[in-house]
């Protein structure tokens, strides 16, 4: 059975400051499928932030969150991880990792994890 | 980037059917997925592939899609239906691989 288990469950971070989150696999081959990270404010949709592939290591980010965040992949434990940097109240959300099948739609999710940038 | 379009917020009664739409000019040549999302938990796949359901979803979930416009339909509603519903395409040439629809809520009245 396909898991993704995300740490830490919520963070509380001032602006400026960055946060790491990870997200854990398991039940699958890890390298065979792309990572994206997805993020939710509170009480808005759902907004993709990037991808990696665990196999290759390459990325892609959304334009609105290039420069400031950075994906990798230790595929020796099948975690992703997620960095985000100089952190601003709006990127207070809900931060998800989701598998990607056939790259195009994800069909196993994290829990998520709520990260609140407030000074 | 290209935009999905989804109404806000859609009601049905129990026991009717609900169909959610979803434009956009991208969805004539890309293929459409169906999430759903229920308060406090992540989002759970619905539909791939326009019409196709993952093991475990009901056949009362169905997808369509003509032109530029998605349905996702849910016959026989129940309560436990009530949801927020997105829409998403993936466009690896576009700027940003991946657009969601803004979400439909909705109501089982």
């Known amino acids: 059975q396909v898991h993704l288990v995300q740490f830490p469950g919520a963070e509380v971070k001032k602006p400026g400051a960055s946060v790491n989150v990870s997200c854990k696999t398991s039940?699958?081959?890890?390298?065979?499928?792309?990572i994206i990270w997805v993020r939710q404010a509170p009480g808005q949709g759902l907004e993709w932030m990037g991808r990696?592939?665990?196999?290759?290591?390459?990325?892609k980010y959304a334009q609105r969150v290039q420069g400031r965040v950075t994906m990798t992949t230790d595929t020796s434990t099948s975690t992703a991880y997620m960095e985000m940097r100089s952190l601003r109240s709006d990127d207070t959300a809900v931060y998800y990792c989701?598998?990607?099948?056939?790259?195009?739609?994800?069909?196993?999710w994290g829990q998520g994890t709520l990260v609140t940038v407030s000074s | 980037s290209y935009v999905l379009t989804q109404p806000p917020s859609e009601s049905v009664a129990p026991g009717k059917t609900a169909r959610i739409t979803c434009g956009g000019n991208?969805?004539?040549?890309?293929?459409v997925h169906w999430y759903q999302q229920k308060p406090g938990q992540a989002p759970l796949l619905i539909m791939y592939?326009?019409?196709d359901r993952p093991t475990g979803i009901p056949e009362r979930f169905s997808g369509s899609k003509s032109g530029n416009t998605a349905t996702l339909t849910i016959s026989r509603v129940e309560a436990g239906d009530e949801a927020d519903y997105y829409c998403q395409v993936w466009d690896p040439s576009s700027d940003q691989d991946v657009v969601f629809g803004g979400g439909t809520k909705l109501t089982v009245l």
């Open positions: 592939y326009n019409s």
């Open positions: 039940g699958y081959t890890f390298i065979n499928y792309v």
């Open positions: 989701a598998r990607a099948i056939q790259d195009e739609a994800f069909d196993s």
């Open positions: 990696i592939s665990p196999y290759s290591g390459n990325t």
């Open positions: 991208i969805i004539g040549t890309k293929s």
